[in-house]
């Protein structure tokens, strides 16, 4: 028993339909939760209300690095051990990262004008982002404009991977470049610079939530890739048939 | 690896190989910039090293077309695909020559243009020895695009797209390189970045490059 297992499709199918309800369910309870506990916490003293952009703001920050790396890991183990699945779950992740890409980006700049004065700064984090963003297109598009499925799956996969090393080396860069108005990381574990617990907890339950909407999302979409492969497949056989 | 790097050059001077076409182009940017934004000599001064690099990246992503997209139409990139160098060495050999062809006369010509953009006499070396460094970094990359495009019709602008990213840190370290040549701060540190990443971008890309070739040809 090992995880290669899920490598065929058919357990895949068995075992993502199995997960599924429980990650949609999760992702509503906890969205739903973690939101109204977060819109019903006090007004920050400095920042007022608009402090409780931070619940949409910072899940979807993090998730937009963090499917990045996944999508990393699905293509290396796509271009090392030639699952399909693994490949079909880098596209599927794609344009679930870019639009938390994008939902980053704008809720930054509904934050960031009245705080800074501003819709937008050449701030480092904000244009890592929005590089990060560029790199979610240029994925993307690379997949939709090769037609055989495997190709594309060779090629986007070493996208990836350049682009990975690039992504992360523009985020350093562009610390170089300029010097930046946002904060810190916004859950750092010393103690003088942690958040306050009100605002902290609710956080960890969006966190939660957009981390299993994440995953109810990618299930949903790998699986449909997957019932696309089939079907196109079927297709080729009726044809010779 | 010699015979190829010369049959490229040959192709690239001889009639309708478009060598200095990058040239051409980098005048006109030169020439359009104080159209858009004014000819004060201080505010172009002030713009000339971003527009100027700007300008080596749009010259390079011109001709990046020309690495593959011809061989691979009539059918020579199979025969080297095939021959005895590995085709590694292939990709690094086709880079150098578009390199030859469009980055170093680049360089050569920089200081010319940096004369139409105002940019101050105590930049102009910096401004050479940052193209010269950073350059070749931006013709592997774009042969990596060229390879992982080359079987589509309609790569162009989708290679634009996925090229331009990865020379962001080029170009953040090679404007920084001239920007403090001129105001005299330290260069050590762009100066390390921008060789560095060129390094590492000759040393690897040339696999990822070879292994997307060798996707598109099978």
């Known amino acids: ?241 | 690896m010699i015979a190829l790097l010369l049959r490229d050059l040959t192709l690239a001077t001889r009639a309708g190989g478009g060598f200095g076409l990058g040239l051409a182009f980098f005048l006109i940017l030169c020439t359009l910039v104080p159209f858009g934004v004014g000819p004060q000599g201080a505010t172009l001064a002030l713009i000339a090293p971003g527009i100027l690099w700007v300008g080596a990246l749009l010259a390079c992503l011109l001709s990046l077309d020309r690495i593959f997209a011809l061989d691979f139409e009539d059918g020579s990139l199979d025969l080297l695909a095939t021959a005895p160098i590995p085709l590694e060495g292939v990709v690094a050999t086709k880079a150098l020559a578009h390199w030859i062809t469009t980055g170093l006369p680049l360089v050569v010509a920089a200081p010319m243009f940096g004369l139409l953009l105002q940019l101050p006499s105590g930049a102009v070396p910096w401004l050479m020895v940052s193209m010269l460094i950073g350059t070749p970094a931006l013709s592997m990359l774009g042969a990596f695009g060229a390879a992982l495009t080359v079987g589509l019709r309609r790569g162009g602008l989708l290679m634009s797209l996925l090229v331009l990213p990865l020379y962001i840190p080029t170009l953040i370290f090679g404007a920084e390189v001239i920007r403090r040549g001129t105001e005299g701060g330290s260069l050590a540190t762009p100066l390390a970045f921008l060789a560095g990443i060129t390094a590492a971008t000759l040393a690897l890309i040339p696999f990822a490059a070879a292994a997307a070739l060798r996707v598109n040809l099978r």
């Open chain 1, 1 to 241: 028993m090992s995880i290669w297992e899920y490598a065929n499709p058919v357990k895949f199918m068995r075992l993502s339909g199995a997960i599924l309800p429980f990650a949609v369910a999760g992702a509503v309870i906890c969205m739903v939760g973690g939101l109204i506990w977060g819109f019903l916490t006090p007004e920050d003293y400095k920042q007022g209300s608009t402090v409780k952009i931070v619940f949409l703001h910072v899940p979807a920050a993090m998730m937009a690095i963090n499917i990045w790396v996944m999508m990393l890991v699905a293509s290396l183990i796509w271009l090392i051990r030639r699952h399909h699945v693994s490949a079909l779950a880098a596209k599927a992740a794609a344009p679930i990262g870019a639009v938390m890409t994008l939902i980053a980006l704008a809720t930054g700049a509904i934050w960031g004008q009245p705080m800074w004065g501003s819709w937008w700064e050449w701030d480092p984090r904000l244009t890592s982002f929005l590089i990060l963003f560029l790199f979610y297109i240029g994925y993307i598009a690379l997949w939709s404009a090769i037609e055989d499925p495997d190709s594309a799956a060779d090629l986007t996969g070493w996208l990836c991977l350049v682009g990975s090393v690039f992504a992360l080396l523009s985020r350093y860069a562009v610390l170089f470049w300029n010097q930046g108005l946002h904060q810190g990381a916004s859950l750092s574990v010393a103690p003088g610079e942690r958040m306050s617990a009100v605002y902290r907890y609710p956080l960890y339950l969006t966190m939660l939530g957009f981390f299993l909407l994440f995953v109810a999302l990618l299930l949903i979409r790998t699986r449909t890739e997957i019932r696309r492969r089939r079907l196109a497949a079927l297709q080729a056989r009726e044809a010779r048939a």
